[in-house]
């Protein structure tokens, strides 16, 4: 993996002296781990024309779970009151002569930019911008590895779930037990708290688990993931407790399921982002339901559990082969509840079969 890292960093020095800027400075967690394997708390990377540093409070192996640092990588442990990485890293610069350093305006908060003026007042600050995002778009064979396993736990955890007692059970409860489950099968720990919506709460995206228990002949919304070696993965499904379902609640399933297969039907390399959500979108747009959906389709998956691509109406650019994203449509009715189906996919071209998907469990509608 270290020419891997090394390979990602070769890339980013090679936009930053497009840029103008000598050196650069990461500190936003997912970038620093994308480019030097390891992200440990409070950690920067500094590349400069010198070295490769990555500087820290917390030695890297004290949180195996976010991984170890790139072996070609200097570290710089500070001590507990040795303050702050990215200001000890601008020292570097300035006792070297560096004239400009490119930072991630983005995560930068204002007292940490006010500290790096004021410990190198003549370095010229330039905003790096989502360079390192940017890159993390598209995934590499290892990458995807990683997913792939990540949609392995939580499509273990999600079905052996399903084979318990849920009538009686609540939705926080049944969240903490997900929690525990993908654990169990390998999982770093989740991918985000586990959501989990009963009857009315069923169908929210991001609905947070309340104390309502499961009654029979609600519709069970259940969303999450996994992490795995620092990647995230996500999978939603939605079900039936007890009893057949209800001929509105078969109608909702049908419908929102053929939105769901036209998004996924149209991940192919080269396709607009907007256009992949409004494949999805215009099967529900039809059927009435256009007020109330969600402001997008789906979203990039990888180090963070939202990243690029936004697959929404007003998104600009196009797929790329290697992107892993999601597909998750929608809907909800007030004081009845909603479906939602969600897979993990990586966008491959048609030679190679089309979108790969990673999360398997059925989208049969089960009663449970």
């Given amino acids: 993996m270290s020419e ?50 990555l500087v820290c409070t917390d030695p890297p192996d004290e ?63 330039a905003d790096l911008g989502g360079a390192v995002e940017q890159l993390r778009v598209v995934k590499d064979e290892e990458e995807i590895s990683c997913l792939r396993i ?13 084979e318990s007692i849920l009538v009686g059970r609540t939705e926080r409860h049944l ?42 002949g609600d519709f069970l919304s259940v969303c999450l993931g996994a992490t795995y070696r620092g990647y995230r993965c996500e999978i939603g499904r939605t079900f039936v407790i007890g009893t057949s379902p209800a001929e509105w609640q078969i109608e909702l399933y049908d419908l929102v399921f053929a939105a769901q ?33 969600t402001a997008l389709t789906g979203h990039g998956v990888g180090l963070e559990i939202e990243e690029d691509p936004q697959l929404a109406p007003a998104a600009m650019g196009k797929l790329d082969a290697c992107v892993p994203v999601t597909v998750e449509p929608g809907v909800h009715l007030p004081g009845r509840g909603g479906v939602r189906i969600d897979d993990t996919l990586v966008v491959r071209p048609e030679a190679d079969g089309g979108p790969e998907l990673l999360t398997i469990t059925t989208k049969e509608l089960l009663a449970l």
Wanted: net charge positive.
């Fill in 175 to 216: 969240a903490l037990e997900l929690e525990r489950r993908l654990v169990d099968h390998g999982a770093d720990g989740p991918a985000f708290t586990p959501s989990v919506g009963t009857g009315p709460n069923s169908g929210r995206r991001g609905h947070r688990p309340t104390d309502r228990r499961v009654e029979e």
């Fill in 261 to 293: 297969r036209a998004g996924r039907e149209s991940l192919v390399p080269g396709a607009a982002y907007r256009d992949v959500d409004r494949a999805a979108r215009q099967v529900l747009d039809s059927a009435g339901y256009a007020e109330g959906l």
């Fill in 63 to 125: 949180r195996p779970h976010e991984g170890r640092p790139d072996e070609a990588l200097k570290v710089q442990v500070l001590s507990r009151s040795g303050g702050d990485p990215a200001v000890a890293a601008a020292g570097i610069l300035t006792d070297r002569g560096t004239e400009s350093l490119a930072v991630e305006e983005h995560h930068l908060t204002v007292a940490r930019h006010r500290a790096l003026r004021s410990v190198a007042p003549r370095l010229r600050l």
């Fill in 150 to 162: 990540g949609a392995e736990i939580a499509d273990q955890a999600l079905g052996e779930l399903l």
């Fill in 4 to 53: 891997v890292y090394a390979a990602r960093r070769k890339r980013l020095r090679e936009r930053c002296g497009a840029g103008g800027s000598a050196s650069a400075l990461i500190s936003r967690p997912a970038n620093v781990r994308y480019l030097a394997g390891a992200a440990p708390r409070g950690a920067v990377l500094l590349l400069s024309a010198h070295e490769e540093l």
